[in-house]
């Protein structure tokens, strides 16, 4: 259970090396929080993203160790 469990990852911090037509406020550059869901794919060094997932600009005083915990913590407090 416990491997299982470290293996899920819910989201990503990372930074967006291309983007769509359709990808309105995205811009290559811009480093976001996405949330994937069961859909995982976290620890990928490319992730493709839907539009329509949840995602976030991370601001620009805060690291990348912190942002990649906001998933998990995020949806860790969902449960309760």
Do not use: K
């Amino acid at each position: 259970t416990n491997v299982a469990f470290a293996r899920f990852r819910p989201g990503f911090a990372g930074e967006v090396v291309a983007a769509g037509p359709e990808a309105a406020g995205l811009a290559v550059g811009d480093r976001i929080v996405a949330f994937v869901g069961a859909a995982m794919g976290g620890h990928a060094e490319y992730r493709a993203l839907r539009v329509t997932r949840p995602w976030c600009p991370i601001p620009s005083d805060m690291d990348w160790t912190t942002a990649a915990a906001i998933p998990f913590g995020a949806t860790t407090a969902l449960g309760f």
